[in-house]
């Protein structure tokens, strides 16, 4: 019987790669790469990935398809925001079930979303988008405008430059710090098209929560539904912890999952991975977005199944057409914090993460800052410090084991030398 073979959509620098090669050998499954890179150089990072540019999404799509009509493909996942789209084409193409590509692009463009929730009757807060290169002024004069206010840029995640604003002064300051790190080379070389527009919208209060899962045909299997304790009320949205399972009572557990699949439907979103992020408050459940993909980075470790099989397991599994409908939960309570970054500066290193280990329930700490590398918070921040992951029986326990041990650590973050001042020197 011939080996199947998936084909994985990644940034080089994804965090679940490892994660997913080793699902894939305990599966006997070949794992092929297409990883964003320069198709002149030759294999750079050693995993002979077929280069492509997910900007260039017609280009990259012929490159798969020849690899495809070498050795053909019997599933198609992507890891990241940035492949989704791409992914989903291939899969249209190679005829295999995946999220429609119109569908995948509107998961990741925020105008879109809201638009096509408001269509499916959903709870939207009131929006209206605004060009970059306009004067801050002319939206102060929108009708539509009332404090409190969130500003936020069409395609950037992980609530990067998403600022809260409660006075037309505070509207003004947010603007220009969102038009800047909209004008910065690393979020422009990404190439979304969606980096001259934000997006303002009432703020809602409440709790927030995120939900993940698969689509399989239209319906959704949410594998883990997180609790956010943190609150997360501004000036800047800085996600913590996640933990699970959620302490929701029954009806508003089902009308949290209803209407996640609600809004999966009115984005057209069909068959693959999806995390949505949503809040709960006085006007109802709020869907905030629901991204083609799984979980990012290092989180995935915190979704958890009974036997051991990891989420990476499920997923390539249904990426395959295996059923996966009697997949069951871990038990116990299981939580991840993204470490948050606490000031700008030049990364040194971590002490005292031998006593965060020695926490009851942590089971592991990940530091994926690199020596040296600049630190920034947000809503400027694009990475994390690294990662605590915690176990133990009730929700709050794993929630607390988790304070505990990032109390224990102190990061050594140096202050950054001007480059006009390291040139004098």
């Known amino acids: 019987m011939p080996v199947k073979r998936v084909l994985l959509l990644s940034t080089t620098t994804g965090y679940q790669l490892r994660s997913f090669s080793e699902a894939a050998e305990r599966a ?132 990067r430059g998403v600022i809260r604003a409660d006075s037309p002064a505070e509207f003004i300051a947010a603007f220009f710090r969102i038009r800047a790190l909209l004008q910065r080379l690393d979020v422009r070389a990404a190439r979304t098209g969606l980096e001259d527009v934000l997006l303002v919208e009432g703020f809602i209060p409440g709790g927030e929560y995120a939900v993940e899962g698969v689509l399989t045909y239209g319906a ?62 006085p006007g109802g459940v709020f869907v905030l977005e629901v991204a083609a993909r799984p979980i990012g ?17 499920v997923l390539l599994r249904h990426s395959m057409g295996e059923d996966i409908a009697a997949v069951a939960p871990g038990s116990g309570a299981s939580a991840v914090m993204m470490i948050p970054i606490p000031r700008r500066g030049l990364f040194k290193g971590v002490d005292g993460v031998e006593a965060a280990r020695e926490v009851p329930g942590v089971y592991d700490i990940r530091i994926t800052a690199k020596p040296d590398q600049l630190l920034e918070p947000l809503p400027e921040a694009g990475s994390y410090l690294g990662f605590i992951f915690a176990r133990a029986e009730h929700p709050a326990e794993a929630a607390s084991a988790l304070r505990e041990a990032h109390r224990r650590l102190r990061f050594r973050i140096d202050v950054e030398i001007p480059l006009v001042a390291a040139r004098l020197a």
């Not at 980075?297 to 397991?313: P, W």
Request: glycine share 10%; aromatic share 6%.
């Open 297 to 313: 980075g290092l989180c995935s470790r915190s979704v958890r199944f009974a036997g051991g099989i990891t989420l990476e397991d």
């Open 220 to 281: 959704l299997q949410a594998f883990a539904v997180f609790d956010k304790p943190d609150r997360l009320d501004g000036p800047f949205f800085e996600e913590t912890i996640y933990v699970t399972p959620s302490e929701l009572g029954g009806m508003a557990l089902m009308r949290l999952l209803g209407t996640v699949s609600e809004a999966c439907a009115a984005l057209g979103l069909w068959h693959g991975p999806v995390h949505a992020e949503c809040r709960i408050g």
């Open 28 to 159: 006997g499954v070949e794992l092929a790469f297409a990883t964003d890179r320069c198709h002149q150089l030759d294999d750079p990072w050693r995993d002979r990935a077929i280069p492509v540019r997910f900007h260039r999404e017609r280009q990259s799509l012929e490159t798969i398809l020849r690899e495809a009509a070498r050795v053909p493909f019997d599933g198609v996942l992507a890891v990241g925001d940035r492949p989704v789209v791409l992914a989903a084409m291939a899969c249209e193409r190679l005829g295999l079930p995946g999220h429609p590509p119109n569908a995948a692009a509107a998961s990741g463009n925020k105008r879109e979303t809201r638009g096509r929730l408001a269509q499916a009757g959903l709870p939207v807060p009131w929006n209206f988008t605004v060009p970059i290169r306009t004067a801050p002024e002319a939206p102060l004069a929108d009708r539509r405008l009332a404090f409190p206010c969130v500003l936020k840029p069409l395609g950037l995640s992980g609530s």
